[in-house]
């Protein structure tokens, strides 16, 4: 960017204005809605419940299988207990 002068200080003034009458709303004060609402109908404050972190890691929870719930409650945790119970199914041969 140069230091020089403005070759269009018409266009920079009016975009100048444009951007300071969204900044303050101009548009929201001048056509006000009858009410608050969205496409779903849903408030502001339900938006922020349901696009929470903990609420999309529930989500995220739901849509697992059973098998992998199972998988990971059961699964060991440290390098040491997953030495232990691979050793376990070795020894323990199924019939």
């Given at each position: ?10 266009a ?84």
């Amino acid at each position: 960017m140069e230091d020089g002068p403005i070759a269009e200080p018409e266009a920079c003034d009016q975009m100048y204005e444009s951007l300071a009458r969204l900044h303050a709303n101009y548009y929201k004060h001048k056509y006000p809605r009858p009410r608050d609402t969205s496409f779903s109908g849903l408030s502001l404050e339900e938006y922020k419940f349901v696009l929470s972190t903990d609420t999309l890691e529930e989500f995220k929870e739901m849509n697992k299988g059973m098998w992998k719930r199972l998988q990971e409650k059961f699964a060991p945790k440290s390098p040491e207990e997953k030495h232990k119970a691979w050793a376990r199914s070795l020894s323990h041969p199924r019939p």
